[in-house]
C-alpha cells in the first residue's frame, strides 16, 4: 500500500496529445490504481507536453522540474504511469537518481534505482532500434527511386496498390475457411486457434491473433457487400 506524500507527474510527446488527453487519462488511471488504500496525500500534479529528447530532457520539461522541487521541500515521492514516460535515455534516469529525489513507477512499483537503470538501458536500445529501422527503410526507398519529401505520397502510391490487392487475394483466399467457421459458430478466439492448428500463417508468414483475424473479417465483408 502507498504510504506518505507522493507528486504525480504525466508526460505526452506532442501538442496534439495534450490537447485531445490521448494518453494522459491512462497515465491517470494508473497512477490512481498505485494510490488506491494505504495512507498518502497527493500534494501535486504536473504534466508536461513535449518530445523532451536528448541529455538535457530535463531542461525541455518545465513541469518536471516543479514537480522535482516540490518533492524536495515536502520530502514526497514523485510518481509516474511508466517508466518510459520519464526517459528513454540512461543519462537522463542516472541524472534523476542522483538529485535526491525519491520515485515510482506505477508499472514497475517494485523496481529498485538499479533495476530502473537496466530498464532505461533497454528503452534506450530500443529507441535507438526504432530510429535505425527507419533510416534504414528510408535509404532502402531511396535507392529504389522512390523521391521522398513532398512527392512521397504520389510515389508510394503504387506500392499501397499492390498491398491492397495482395490483402484482398488473400481475404478471398480464406473467405472459404472463415465461411466454414461461421457454420460451425466459432468465436473469435476459436477461429484463431483453428487457424493456428491448421497451420495457416497470416500474410506476413505469423501465427494469427485476434486483432489480425478482425481485419481478415473485415475485408472479407468489404468484398462480399
Known sequence: MAQGQFVAYYRVSTARQGQSGLGLEAQREAVARYLNGGDWELVGEFTDTETGKGANALEKRPQLRTALELCKRRGAT???AKLDRLARNVHFVSGLLETGCDFVAADMP???????????????????????RTRDALAAAKARGVRLGVAGPTNLKPNLEVRQRAANAFADKLAGVITG??????????MVAQLNALGIRTPNGGTWHRGQLCRLLERIGKQTN
Not at 517494485?110 to 526504432?130: G, L, P, S, T
Not at 467457421?181 to 476459436?190: A, D, I, P, Y
Open 110 to 132: 517494485a523496481a529498485n534505482k538499479v533495476m530502473i537503470q537496466m530498464h532505461a538501458v533497454m528503452a534506450e536500445w530500443e529507441r535507438d532500434q526504432i530510429s535505425k
Open 78 to 80: 514523485l510518481i509516474i
Open 181 to 190: 467457421f461461421r457454420s460451425r459458430n466459432l468465436s473469435q478466439r476459436e
